[in-house]
């Protein structure tokens, strides 16, 4: 039977990061022996994936060399990390997926939605996410958190009003997506969100 495939998507600084090994031990837990639960990034998850990951965190460019390099990287992960685990029966947990794609290089940046929507079928096909959890924040609680955590890369840096259209383009997605998409209130403190993650980690 295959296995599914959960991404985990928030602005920078919302908490997505620190919830995604418990889940993926929550998890682990409950799948038992037979099956493995893989846990990756975008951009990233493959040795091609994170030199592209350098570039892209830390070189300035055109927006869709920007968009055209997250995809090129989402094409290998698909082919070499994601797809085969699946297949495998494994499930696979994604630290940001093409949500992001959409909420980054369209919301923040502009990139029209057209031009994502065709690297999405190009890439993905119909291959969606059987589950979205999306940790949301208000932007200035994200800026607090990120504030005293570390150095900011490239998107990190950007202004206020990146993170408010690209939240804004998360939320967007969400509505388009109601049955994939969970949204978290990721204001709250970490036990709580945990306790809500347990209740979907059981419903799955
Ligand atoms: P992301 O991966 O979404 O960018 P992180 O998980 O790295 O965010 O969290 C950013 C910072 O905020 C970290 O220092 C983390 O400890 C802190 N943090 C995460 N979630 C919460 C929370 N619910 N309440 C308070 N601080 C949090
Ligand atoms: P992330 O791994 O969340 O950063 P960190 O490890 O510092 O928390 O994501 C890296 C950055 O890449 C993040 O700022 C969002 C951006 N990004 C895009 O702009 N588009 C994409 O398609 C993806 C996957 C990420």
Same mark, same amino acid.
């Given at each position: 039977m295959r296995g599914k495939?959960? /991404?985990f998507e928030g602005?920078?600084?919302?908490?997505?990061?620190?919830h995604i090994a418990w889940v993926a031990e929550q998890l682990q837990t409950r799948l038992g022996d037979a099956r493995r639960v893989v846990t990756t990034r975008e951009p990233g998850g493959t040795t091609l994936?994170? +030199?592209?990951?350098?570039?892209? !965190? #830390?070189?300035?460019? #055109?927006?869709? /060399?920007?968009?055209?390099?997250?995809?090129? %990287?989402?094409? $290998? #992960?698909?082919?070499?990390?994601? $797809?085969? %685990? @699946?297949a495998r029966g494994d499930w696979v947990i994604s630290d940001r997926f093409t949500d992001a794609s959409f909420a980054y290089q369209g919301g923040g940046?502009? !990139?029209? =939605?057209? =031009? *994502?929507?065709? *690297?999405?079928?190009?890439?993905?096909? +119909?291959? &969606?996410?059987? @589950? /979205?959890? @999306?940790?949301?924040?208000?932007?200035?609680?994200? %800026?607090?958190?990120?504030?005293?955590?570390?150095?900011? +890369?490239?998107?990190?840096?950007?202004?206020?009003?990146?993170?408010?259209?690209t939240r804004q383009e998360y939320l967007r997605r969400a509505a388009e997506a109601p049955g994939r998409f969970r949204i978290?209130?990721?204001?709250?403190?970490?036990?709580?969100? &945990?306790v809500e993650l347990q209740e979907i980690i059981a419903s799955l």
């Open positions: 495939f959960i /991404t602005i920078d600084g919302a908490g997505k990061s620190t994936g994170e +030199d592209l990951r350098q570039i892209l !965190l #830390h070189r300035k460019m #055109h927006l869709e /060399t920007e968009a055209l390099l997250m995809f090129a %990287a989402r094409r $290998e #992960h698909l082919a070499e990390v994601i $797809e085969p %685990a @699946l940046r502009g !990139l029209a =939605r057209e =031009r *994502l929507e065709a *690297l999405e079928q190009w890439v993905q096909g +119909d291959l &969606q996410p059987d @589950l /979205t959890l @999306l940790f949301d924040v208000p932007l200035e609680v994200a %800026a607090e958190r990120l504030a005293g955590a570390r150095a900011p +890369d490239k998107f990190e840096s950007e202004s206020s009003a990146f993170f408010a259209r978290l209130d990721s204001t709250r403190p970490i036990a709580d969100i &945990q």
